[in-house]
């Protein structure tokens, strides 16, 4: 493709906002925010990522599976033990992301208060 067109760009944007999905799905589980928030103590393995929940470990697979998806998660196999560690480089772009909406609503506060400010100068005259 040629980039004057700009579809190299609409495709990276495409695997972006891909990634991003798979991010912000994973991260709508409280499940899976508990497992990201153990994992951010250091690694571990499945079954001590399984044990305080009440679900079976077939079901604690399944979520470390989403976030292995999303990116989130990282597997280091050694013999029949499966280590999991915490990859928090996708949880940047979520951030930046947020970021932005957080400025637009920043922009927006602000201006109310001043509209609010400048309504209550008027009312005391």
């Known amino acids: 493709m040629h980039p004057a067109t700009g579809c190299d760009l609409f495709n990276q944007m495409v695997e972006h906002n891909a990634s991003l999905n798979q991010t912000f799905a994973a991260l709508a589980d409280p499940t ?5 928030a153990r994992l951010r103590q250091g690694s571990c393995t499945v079954g001590a990522l399984a044990e305080p929940f009440s679900m079976s470990l077939a079901a604690v697979s399944k979520h470390l599976r989403a976030l292995e ?3 989130l998660v990282a597997r280091e196999v050694e013999g029949r ?9 996708p ?14 609503w920043d922009e927006r506060l602000d201006a109310l ?13």
């Not at 033990?81 to 480089?89: K, V």
């Not at 949880?91 to 930046?96: D, H, M, P, S, V």
Request: a neutral charge.
């Open 32 to 36: 899976r925010r508990a497992i990201l």
């Open 69 to 71: 998806r999303a990116g």
């Open 81 to 89: 033990e499966h280590h999991l560690s915490l990859n928090a480089e």
């Open 91 to 104: 949880l940047r772009a979520a951030a930046e992301w947020t970021a932005d909406y957080r400025e637009f």
């Open 113 to 125: 208060e001043a509209m609010l400010e400048s309504h209550s100068e008027w009312r005391k005259r």
